[in-house]
């Protein structure tokens, strides 16, 4: 099978009913709303040996794909490049050091966390919910006293996706001022049937990370974006990622712009406030490929132990021939290639974040457009598709 046919299903699908405004909507701009498959972007590669990487983004720029950032590092090469507009209004141009909304590629600082705390005894990733969570919540929640913390983490749990339903994008936009947290977005999922019982498949759903955020909150007894901070931003010096709704004072969020009522704005604001941890960082292309790649390469950050408990047999569940799901990532297998990946959408952003393990080669890619703009969706597809074909076309690197 085609390495990137399968790759663009799966982050496809996780990217959809990720963020505010996922999944729903009439409008004409968004895919959801469209009766034909979302068709792959012209994306042309100049002839040459090389990839022409800042080429390649120049010309997805358009009135709507404000701008793009990309970083690729590679063995033999590192390139890190803007195209187009941060700010519409101020006509500032993209930085290749600006903050994004990340969206679900953050799951795996929550994810990472959640592991961190079990290496140090705080916490079981193989209990169940009622460890920490009260009856209250738990009698709304199905099969929810046989769930662990790991099932919830790599989407073995059954629970039910909040972003199913728009009713919570629809309360966000009628009251800006709203506050979201973990267990406001949590609220939307309760008394609904689960997919299955717990362990018995796998459904990507935004619901278990909130719940993970919850626990993590009670294990700590002090809200998590602390620890995330102590134990993973600090430590590997990541100057431009910080915990959105939670650390607002240690960066600025650079404007995502997507299709709110047919009207393209600016909706970093209204993201701004949201925390969760299903979506808990905003971060640079170059701080989330650093992340990424310690977490593989780095065993001062992450031991061999810790890796294992996020990619480990324990943790991998399986959704078809090529692809498991990890903590906090996707694992794609093939005959040329060995990639961990996590994309993240909402409206306003959009991110592609690989790890090619097989060829030690690093993959982040962030628009900021979402998904209710089909052109967006073309051009982020498009080009992380031919990224992954080009730079696993070389032999792999031995570990």
């Not at 404007?255 to 941890?277: A, C, H, K, Q, R």
């Amino acid at each position: 099978m085609q390495l990137t046919t399968t790759i663009k299903h799966s982050v496809l699908m996780a990217s959809m009913c990720l963020g505010l405004g996922a999944c729903g909507g009439s409008d004409k701009h968004s895919p959801a709303s469209q009766s034909e498959p979302v068709k792959k972007a012209e994306v042309v590669q100049p002839e040459s040996n090389t990839l022409d990487y800042q080429a390649l983004i120049d010309q997805l720029v358009s009135d709507e794909v404000p701008g793009i950032l990309l970083y690729v590092r590679t063995p033999e090469h590192e390139f890190t490049g803007a195209a187009g507009l941060a700010d519409l209004e101020q006509h500032s141009p993209m930085d290749v050091n600006s903050s994004f909304h990340i969206a679900s590629s953050g799951k795996i600082f929550t994810a990472l966390l959640a592991s961190m705390l079990h290496e140090d005894g705080m916490l079981d990733l193989d209990n169940t919910l009622d460890t920490w969570l009260p009856d209250t919540l738990l009698e709304q929640i199905q099969y929810s006293d046989q769930i662990t913390l790991r099932q919830l983490l790599n989407h073995s749990s059954g629970i039910y996706n909040y972003s199913d339903k728009n009713t919570y994008v629809e309360d966000k936009l009628a009251n800006p001022a709203l506050p979201v947290t973990n267990e406001s977005l949590t609220r939307y999922a309760l008394n609904n049937p689960g997919y299955f019982k717990p362990g018995a498949s796998v459904h990507y759903s935004n619901t278990n990370y909130t719940l993970a955020g919850m626990i993590l909150d009670k294990v700590l007894g002090y809200h998590n974006a602390i620890e995330i901070r102590n134990r993973i931003i600090t430590p590997l010096s990541l100057d431009a990622t910080f915990a959105i709704g939670y650390e607002q004072d240690q960066g600025e969020l650079t404007p995502g712009y997507d299709y709110i009522d047919g009207e393209f704005m600016n909706v970093g604001p209204l993201f701004s406030t949201i925390w969760s941890n299903a979506t808990p960082v905003a971060s640079s292309v170059a701080d989330l490929a650093l992340f990424t790649r310690s977490l593989f390469k780095n065993s001062d950050f992450a031991s061999e132990s810790l890796q294992g408990l996020l990619r480990g047999n324990d943790s991998l569940v399986r959704e078809d021939d090529n692809t498991q799901y990890a903590l906090g990532m996707m694992k794609h297998t093939y005959s040329n290639a060995i990639v961990y990946e996590h994309s993240g959408g909402n409206h306003g952003y959009s991110t592609q974040n690989a790890y090619i393990e097989s060829h030690d080669t690093s993959i982040v890619l962030f628009l900021n457009c979402g998904f209710s703009s089909e052109e967006c969706v073309n051009a982020e597809y498009g080009l992380f598709e031919l990224l992954l074909m080009e730079l696993t076309k070389a032999p792999a690197v031995e570990s």
